[in-house]
């Protein structure tokens, strides 16, 4: 173990012990966390990180706390871990019950990984999502990655031209298995940027049938 990162490793796997048999092992320069060999959480640089999900991310989101960040191939790559800070770290029962939330979470997704998936299993995917995805002609998970989360916005926004740029990035998180809210907030501005990029070019279009 790295020496900055041991002292907290060794107190995370005590602060986390009620959550099951909890161990811990190199991984992405960091150090994995795992509770029957389910991962849930990281320490990288002395810092604790929990596994982002639905029911957690409202917590990490609402008091800034950033994801983890680690390099590969000498350019920075954001995991979804939002960081522990201090404040939480000394709050033994909200630690306990964001940990055992993130834990559920990688315990599902490690579960439906085991079977055959349909698209409304997917992050941010709801029934009317996926029914609006099947229309189209994007009817399984392996489609929706291949055509990619700005593809697939174009060609429902094709059928329904009142779509934001909200489904993009449920789109988005549904592909890299992320909650929309936990996306990356670089990738979420670079979404929405292209998003309105794409709207003002359809008004133009527009004006422009119009005219002629």
Not at 9 to 29: D, M, P, W
Not at 69 to 91: A, C, I, Q
Request: hydrophobic letters at 40%; a positive charge.
């Amino acid at each position: 173990m790295g020496k900055v990162s041991t002292p907290r490793i060794k107190a995370s796997l005590e602060k986390l012990s009620s959550l099951g048999r909890i161990s811990s092992r190199a991984l992405f320069g960091g150090y994995s966390i795992m509770a029957d060999n389910v991962a849930f959480a990281m320490v990288s640089k002395g810092q604790l990180y929990l596994r982002a999900c639905e029911e957690n991310t409202g917590y990490f989101t609402s008091r800034n706390l950033p994801l983890l960040v680690t390099h590969k191939r000498g350019r920075p790559l954001s995991l979804n871990y939002f960081r522990v800070d201090e404040t939480l770290w000394n709050d033994d029962e909200q630690l306990i019950t964001l940990a055992g939330q993130a834990l559920a979470a990688a315990r599902k997704e490690k579960r439906e990984k085991q079977v055959v998936r349909r698209i409304k299993d997917l992050p941010n995917v709801t029934f009317g999502l996926e029914m609006m995805l099947w229309e189209a002609g994007i009817r399984d998970i392996e489609t929706l990655k291949n055509k990619g989360a700005k593809a697939c916005w174009i060609i429902l926004r094709q059928r329904c031209n009142t779509l934001g740029a909200k489904i993009l990035l449920s789109l988005e998180g549904a592909i890299t298995g992320s909650h929309s809210e936990a996306l990356p907030r670089q990738r979420q501005w670079e979404l929405n940027e292209w998003a309105q990029q794409q709207l003002e070019q359809e008004a133009r279009d527009k004006v422009r049938r119009k005219s002629n």
